[in-house]
């Protein structure tokens, strides 16, 4: 059971939605929301997964992407909303996490988001069982397409360069042809997994971050190996070492036993493919 109140933590969110273009710290959401500053770090963290400075970091540049694309606001302007005191120092941020600097993301005239505002209302009523849970892992249908989006935008930090109407029409396609998993807490989608049978990769796995530490990423993988993918090597792509942009899915997918490979390009973005070998001595998927 996680040792935060939910309603906590969306309240801290609210918060910081209602202040991003003002000059905040830990100190200031702590005083606002009636917590030590100690306190609310381990909560929001345990919660989230990033740190509250993460997160609002990653906010107020994907609203600064956001203004860059859809107004006509100058880029220095744009620097100072997003609590930037120079517009060098913007430049330098955003240039590490967008992969361009904002000269040439506004020439684009492609927004996608880095971190969208998180919306962690809900029962979570299987989050509260306390024995191990075997989870139900289905094939996802039309009907779930809402429920599923909903937990894209929640996970959107890890994956760079995502248009939600392509993505859309590549899991319909996924679900008609069986390759679209889902698992749900009642009627919310808390971890779901688009997979090839073709070349054996997965290529979107999102697990909602309040339940993160309940093994949801390997039952897919099980699933997926031990079902659909018997015998063959599975393969997943993330962020490259270092990248700043990097939540942590690339520590999550090492953990989870999978190996480096070549890096990649996709979409303009640098990645990196990892492999999970069926004959690998230290599966740890049993």
Same mark, same amino acid.
């Given at each position: 059971?996680?040792?935060?109140?939910?309603?906590?933590?969306?309240?801290?969110?609210?918060?910081?939605?209602?202040?991003? &273009?003002?000059?905040?710290?830990?100190?200031? +959401?702590?005083?606002?929301?009636?917590?030590?500053?100690?306190?609310?770090?381990?909560?929001?963290?345990?919660?989230?997964?990033?740190?509250?400075?993460?997160?609002?970091?990653?906010?107020?540049?994907? %609203?600064?992407?956001?203004?860059? +694309?859809?107004? @006509?606001?100058?880029?220095?302007?744009?620097? /100072?909303?997003?609590?930037?005191?120079? %517009?060098?120092?913007?430049?330098?941020?955003? &240039?590490?996490?967008?992969?361009?600097?904002?000269?040439?993301?506004?020439?684009?005239?492609?927004?996608?988001?880095?971190?969208?505002?998180?919306?962690?209302?809900?029962?979570?009523?299987?989050?509260?069982?306390? @024995?191990?849970?075997?989870?139900?892992?289905?094939?996802?249908?039309?009907?779930?397409?809402?429920?599923?989006?909903?937990?894209?935008?929640?996970?959107?930090?890890?994956?760079?360069?995502?248009?939600? %109407?392509?993505?859309?029409?590549?899991? *319909?396609?996924?679900? $008609?042809?069986?390759?679209?998993?889902?698992?749900?807490?009642?009627?919310?989608?808390?971890?779901? /997994?688009?997979?090839?049978?073709?070349?054996?990769?997965?290529?979107?796995?999102?697990?909602?971050?309040?339940?993160?530490? *309940?093994?949801?990423?390997?039952?897919?993988?099980?699933?997926?190996?031990?079902?659909?993918?018997?015998?063959?090597?599975?393969?997943?792509? &993330?962020? *490259?070492?270092?990248?700043?942009?990097?939540?942590?899915?690339? *520590?999550?997918?090492?953990?989870?036993?999978?190996?480096?490979?070549? /890096?990649?390009?996709?979409?303009?973005?640098?990645?990196?493919?990892? +492999?999970?070998?069926?004959?690998?001595?230290? $599966?740890?998927?049993?």
């Amino acid at each position: 059971m996680p040792n935060y109140r939910i309603d906590d933590i969306v309240s801290v969110i609210e918060y910081m939605e209602e202040h991003l &273009t003002e000059k905040l710290n830990l100190d200031r +959401v702590a005083d606002a929301v009636h917590y030590s500053k100690y306190h609310l770090h381990r909560m929001f963290t345990g919660a989230v997964g990033i740190t509250l400075h993460e997160y609002l970091n990653r906010r107020r540049l994907t %609203q600064s992407a956001k203004l860059l +694309v859809f107004s @006509d606001k100058n880029i220095l302007d744009i620097a /100072l909303l997003a609590g930037y005191e120079s %517009q060098q120092a913007f430049t330098n941020i955003f &240039t590490a996490m967008y992969k361009m600097p904002p000269s040439r993301y506004r020439e684009n005239e492609k927004f996608y988001p880095l971190q969208l505002k998180y919306n962690l209302k809900g029962n979570f009523e299987m989050l509260h069982v306390k @024995d191990q849970i075997n989870w139900k892992i289905e094939y996802a249908a039309e009907e779930d397409i809402p429920r599923w989006m909903e937990l894209v935008r929640l996970v959107i930090d890890g994956f760079p360069y995502l248009d939600e %109407q392509d993505y859309i029409k590549v899991l *319909r396609q996924r679900i $008609q042809t069986g390759q679209a998993l889902i698992l749900k807490d009642r009627q919310m989608a808390i971890g779901i /997994l688009l997979f090839s049978y073709n070349t054996g990769s997965i290529d979107f796995m999102g697990c909602h971050p309040l339940y993160r530490n *309940r093994g949801i990423q390997k039952a897919f993988l099980r699933k997926v190996m031990d079902e659909l993918q018997t015998g063959r090597d599975i393969s997943i792509t &993330t962020y *490259r070492e270092g990248d700043k942009a990097d939540t942590g899915q690339r *520590r999550e997918i090492k953990d989870l036993g999978f190996a480096e490979a070549e /890096l990649l390009t996709e979409f303009g973005y640098p990645t990196q493919r990892f +492999v999970l070998s069926t004959a690998a001595p230290d $599966q740890p998927l049993p």
